[in-house]
């Protein structure tokens, strides 16, 4: 088991920028695939960016590709979203996920954390 807690989120300006952490709890972080979710009130909850264990291969949602850059430092057991140029279509609640699965994508949320509320403002 892992559990993950996201921080970060709050009020930006839409253009403006916003680094969300997520922090997992446990000793093999590195052995674990990382993602972030996120879902808008009414709307379909969405994969946005995902790391593989090895931090080689990353993936990105066409919605924000350019835009968001995930990372991890398996050192401090945490992964980053640097997010900019931000839109308020990118309003929405922030999940981070994890998994040890072989395949990386589609990526699987088998352990998720609590979320963090991003807003932006036009």
């Known amino acids: 088991q892992v559990q993950l807690v996201e921080s970060g989120g709050g009020l930006v300006q839409a253009g403006g920028s916003l680094r969300l952490s997520c922090t997992a709890s446990?000793?093999?972080?590195?052995?674990?695939?990382m993602g972030w979710f996120r879902q808008a009130p009414g709307k379909e909850r969405e994969f946005v960016a995902g790391?593989?264990?090895?931090?080689?291969?990353?993936y990105y949602a066409d919605s924000v590709k350019g835009r968001f850059t995930v990372s991890r430092d398996n050192a401090k057991n945490t992964v980053y979203l640097q997010m900019n140029s931000l839109k308020p279509d990118d309003t929405a609640v922030y999940y981070c996920?994890?998994?040890?699965?072989?395949?990386?994508?589609?990526?699987?949320?088998?352990?998720r954390g609590q979320g963090t509320q991003v807003t932006v403002s036009s």
């Open positions: 790391i593989h264990w090895s931090a080689v291969d990353t």
């Open positions: 446990g000793r093999t972080f590195s052995r674990y695939q």
């Open positions: 996920a994890a998994n040890t699965r072989v395949v990386f994508i589609p990526f699987l949320d088998d352990y």
